[in-house]
């Protein structure tokens, strides 16, 4: 087998098998660039006595906007485009915007980008305090410890990886030797790159998130995910908050309240379904601002309806009729009440 592809997958109809894209392979390129440019774009690049590299976006470096774009792209396995969009027409919802599509919307987004890999160590095992993050990006798709992955029928093998760690603080070796292990990776094979919310490329990256929080929404309705061929969203991109609560509300309003997403479906059954239930808006606690939310429900994600992580508003085209539907609203009034645009004192 290609070191550097999946599994074959053997189709329903018997017909040849084929071989999903290596979403490690197809990012390294993207690696290599933001390892390289990591000066211009405000990130810090150390290694371990192993080899292993670690790029801080914005623990004690400063990062960039365009660093949480590429590392966004990085997130996506190399399989779909983000961008920035200046917006200073009429009334506008908020004057940036942060844009991700893709082709391969089920792979990028769920096989890789998705923050599902939970990594932990306790006091004991770290020498000090305790740590936790979620991983995303490419190397979940080595180290396969979701159940989603069974589901995805997918696995990668590379002998390279990168994850995006979502933590205010550095990985410890206890959690590095843990990913080196469960991805087979050598020590030099792997590159960790650590965005906390509460950086600028941590909010451009969690932001970027909006087609993905599409498709997970999409996974959980039960929707089989075949079914979603084509994908791009739109989101608002606040401002960082230096609290990382509110930070992280910050980013979930964004894609709650300001995300805007147009999938592309085989079926028109599909589109109709998804363009009624897929908005956040179907949600219990819909309605005011992400960190009040949480805060309420005493900082525990697992209390809140799941229908909530979705995006505001959808359109669902179908490729059956040509028909495209519609559901859900953005709440721009929440979002400036939240963010500012007040006007400077003379």
């Given at each position: 087998?290609?070191?550097?592809?999946?599994?074959?997958?053997?189709?329903?109809?018997?017909?040849?098998?084929?071989?999903?894209?290596?979403?490690?392979?197809?990012?390294?390129?993207?690696?290599?660039?933001?390892?390289?440019?990591?000066?211009?774009?405000?990130?810090?690049?150390?290694?371990?006595?192993?080899?292993?590299?670690i790029a801080d976006?914005?623990?004690?470096?400063?990062?960039?906007?365009?660093?949480?774009?590429?590392?966004?792209?990085?997130?996506?396995?190399?399989?779909?485009?983000?961008?920035?969009?200046?917006?200073?027409?009429?009334?506008?919802?908020?004057?940036?915007?942060?844009?991700?599509?893709?082709?391969?919307?089920?792979?990028?987004?769920?096989?890789?980008?998705?923050?599902?890999?939970?990594?932990?160590?306790?006091?004991?095992?770290?020498?000090?305090?305790?740590?936790?993050?979620?991983?995303?990006?490419?190397?979940?798709?080595?180290?396969?410890?979701?159940?989603?992955?069974?589901?995805?029928?997918?696995?990668?093998?590379?002998?390279?990886?990168?994850?995006?760690?979502?933590?205010?603080?550095?990985?410890?070796?206890?959690?590095?030797?843990?990913?080196?292990?469960?991805?087979?990776?050598?020590?030099?094979?792997?590159?960790?790159?650590?965005?906390?919310?509460?950086?600028?490329?941590?909010?451009?990256?969690?932001?970027?998130?909006?087609?993905?929080?599409?498709?997970?929404?999409?996974?959980?309705?039960?929707?089989?995910?075949?079914?979603?061929?084509?994908?791009?969203?739109?989101?608002?991109?606040?401002?960082?908050?230096?609290?990382?609560?509110?930070?992280?509300?910050?980013?979930?309003?964004?894609?709650?309240?300001?995300?805007?997403?147009?999938?592309?479906?085989?079926?028109?059954?599909?589109?109709?379904?998804?363009?009624?239930?897929?908005?956040?808006?179907?949600?219990?606690?819909?309605?005011?601002?992400?960190?009040?939310?949480?805060?309420?429900?005493?900082?525990?994600?697992?209390?809140?309806?799941?229908?909530?992580?979705?995006?505001?508003?959808?359109?669902?085209?179908?490729?059956?009729?040509?028909?495209?539907y519609h559901g859900?609203?953005?709440?721009?009034?929440?979002?400036?009440?939240?963010?500012?645009?007040?006007?400077?004192?003379?």
């Amino acid at each position: 087998m290609n070191p550097t592809m999946s599994a074959s997958t053997p189709t329903p109809d018997n017909s040849p098998p084929t071989v999903a894209p290596s979403v490690n392979a197809l990012s390294e390129r993207l690696v290599a660039r933001l390892l390289d440019d990591a000066a211009r774009l405000g990130v810090s690049i150390t290694r371990t006595p192993g080899g292993t590299v670690i790029a801080d976006a914005g623990v004690a470096a400063p990062g960039s906007i365009e660093a949480g774009v590429l590392i966004a792209r990085i997130c996506m396995g190399g399989l779909g485009r983000v961008g920035v969009r200046s917006n200073f027409d009429a009334a506008p919802l908020w004057p940036t915007m942060i844009e991700a599509r893709t082709s391969s919307p089920v792979l990028a987004c769920l096989g890789s980008q998705y923050a599902g890999w939970s990594l932990s160590a306790t006091k004991e095992q770290t020498g000090g305090k305790k740590f936790f993050s979620l991983g995303s990006g490419p190397a979940r798709a080595l180290a396969v410890k979701e159940p989603l992955f069974a589901e995805l029928g997918y696995r990668d093998r590379h002998e390279r990886g990168v994850l995006v760690l979502e933590v205010d603080r550095m990985p410890p070796q206890f959690v590095i030797d843990k990913v080196l292990h469960d991805c087979g990776l050598a020590p030099d094979g792997l590159t960790l790159i650590v965005t906390p919310t509460q950086s600028v490329a941590g909010t451009v990256q969690v932001v970027a998130r909006v087609l993905e929080v599409a498709l997970h929404k999409t996974h959980v309705l039960g929707v089989p995910l075949d079914e979603v061929v084509e994908g791009a969203g739109s989101a608002p991109l606040p401002p960082p908050a230096p609290d990382g609560i509110q930070a992280m509300g910050r980013t979930n309003d964004a894609i709650l309240y300001g995300g805007r997403v147009h999938l592309t479906v085989k079926h028109d059954e599909v589109a109709r379904r998804l363009a009624d239930s897929l908005p956040a808006a179907n949600s219990r606690d819909y309605g005011r601002p992400f960190a009040d939310i949480f805060t309420s429900f005493n900082f525990d994600f697992y209390q809140i309806d799941p229908a909530l992580f979705a995006p505001a508003e959808v359109w669902v085209s179908s490729l059956e009729s040509g028909a495209t539907y519609h559901g859900g609203r953005i709440e721009s009034a929440l979002l400036q009440a939240q963010w500012g645009g007040k006007a400077a004192a003379p």
